[in-house]
């Protein structure tokens, strides 16, 4: 009789074996990303060089022998010191408000945290009604915003009455009545009237971009004809030109009560050219949109003007939404440039103090301008990243 | 006369679609020669003829996308003229499908069927729903109505385009080689679903090289080279007995 056969029979999945080291893991990642070709290996390790090189350097004059705090700039004067961050934390206030009355601050912080927070309702996909947030934003902010920066004269006080009277509003009326005093815009200064370029370009460009962009294709001969001359003209011509002609020019053409004043004229110039480059940009994406998409919008009865709004427009932004924010971000860093039409801002703040006797010595300008570019590039970074996920997150409707 | 005679009367002669000596030129390019045709309410034309012929185009001047240069085309009792307005009432009443779907890909397939009933015929977000799902149902893909259309097979594409049109309830579909970007085995779905169509007594015009479906259900097959009609007749006499030496060239060439 032959012996009862022993049979084995495992009862669970034997564990999986980890993937060889050549396969994944970060060896792998390094061979595969950084030393998969000669070419690429020699870039690598010049890389590294690099890095090696210019890191303990930046990093020693940035954080290590940087002085943070000092009454004054002696310390700042002493041989070896690095960036001297007591000076930007002593004129962090003129940075960021210029002359603006030292007791009126509140309204400038109320104005960019509500601008803050209206930008985020915006911009960030899952909140809910989005339709609200743009009216509160588009159409109620600047008036608000206006109101709060400026102060109210007779003419906004008549409108804050009104508007008390309409809704009713003790609120309101109180506001009327202690009225915010009036600061001229010869006192708005620093980061605030920086990110006030940005945005007002930022904000015009995108609506003023599309109607152009759109009037560029018109079949009204008249309507393409202007937008095009626009187009071209503003787009031939340096941004400093424009804010030349629109600080000399402005005043020329509308009657002398009317002139905007010396902080609106730089605004309009930086809006009408920010939205030229828009509407080329937008015009690139409506181009790329496939002829299909009209016709079988056209074929579902829709008008013109519906087909533009609901199919053709979305796809085409969504296809450029690279495009736009490029322009923001190179709008963003231009917005220096009104500093050359006597416009206050972020770097021209800087600009003027870093002579200041108290502090002067041979690492403020340095500090100060290191200040400059990290603001700058935070801002620009945030930017890039966020199209990014915009990018990413509208890609579904494009991808399988 | 009774009311019967009457009613009998009045559905024998409603044209869907009447087309008189219709020219169009691209440029100098004369592609359309003096098109004459009538479409009976419920009737389906199936046409074709070798590429470049002018298919494409004289379906597209059914509902404007493009313009005819001379004769007349009265579609339901309208003729079509510059009038915009015009043009696109007519278009809500004619479905089209095209040989590349012209999905809108940033919308869910359910948004591209309730788009038009809602922006155009004013419907309700609820009622444009039900009727979507009731057509998604009809093609047999409902549970795709949150997909995005490129997300989709070419078939299932091509089922949401049909879908999308019968939303608008047309009184006419005209289709557009609607299979000839598919796979072959994805074919027979969207056959299916037009022959359904049809034996529901759809008025149609398909522009198509399937000579099954052109057997199996049009009541006319008109082939068209240069411009010009060259032969219109029902099928069984189009396909045992081609008259013209162009359309028996034609049928050799794609029956094999
Ligand atoms: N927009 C246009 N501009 C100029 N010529 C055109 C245009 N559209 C079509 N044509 C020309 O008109 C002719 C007829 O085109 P049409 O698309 O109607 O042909 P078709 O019969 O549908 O061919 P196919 O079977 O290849 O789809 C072709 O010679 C084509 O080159
Ligand atoms: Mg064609």
Redesign the pocket.
Known sequence: MPPPQRTFVRSEFSPALPPPLNVAGPFAWVRANLFNSVLSSILTLLSIAFILWITPGLVRWLLIDAVWSAPDGDACRAPGAGACWAYVRAKITFFTYGAYPRDALWRVDLTLVMGAGLAMWLLWPDWPRKGIAAVLFFAIYPVVAFILLHGMGDGSRAVVNAAANAFNSDVLRDVARNSLPIIGTHLWGGIFVSLLVATVGIVVSLPMGVLLALGRQSRAPFIRFFCIVLIEVVRGVPLITVLFMANTMLPLFVPDAWTPDRLMRPLIGVALFASVYMAEVVRGGLQAVPRGQHEGAMALGLSQSKMMRLIVMPQALTIVIPGIVNSFIALFKDTTLVAIVGVFDFLRAIDTQRLDPAWNGPTISTTGYAFAAMFYFVFCFAMSRYSLMMERRLAHGRKR | MTDADLRSRASAHVVAIEMRDVHKW??R?H?LRGIDLTVNRGERIVVC??????????IRCINRLETHQRGTIVVDGRELTDDTKRTDEIRRDVGMVF?HFNLFPHLTVLENCTLSPIWTLGKSQKAATETAMHFLERVRIPEQAHKYPLQLSGGQQQRVAIARALCMSPKIMLF??PTSALDPEMVKEVLDTMVSLAKDGMTMIC?THEMGFAREVADRVAF?DNGEFVEINNPEEFFAHPRHDRTKLFLSQILR
């Open positions: 691209f440029g390019f592609v003829g070798p590429s470049g012929s002018g298919k494409s185009t004289l040989q557009d080689e522009v068209i």
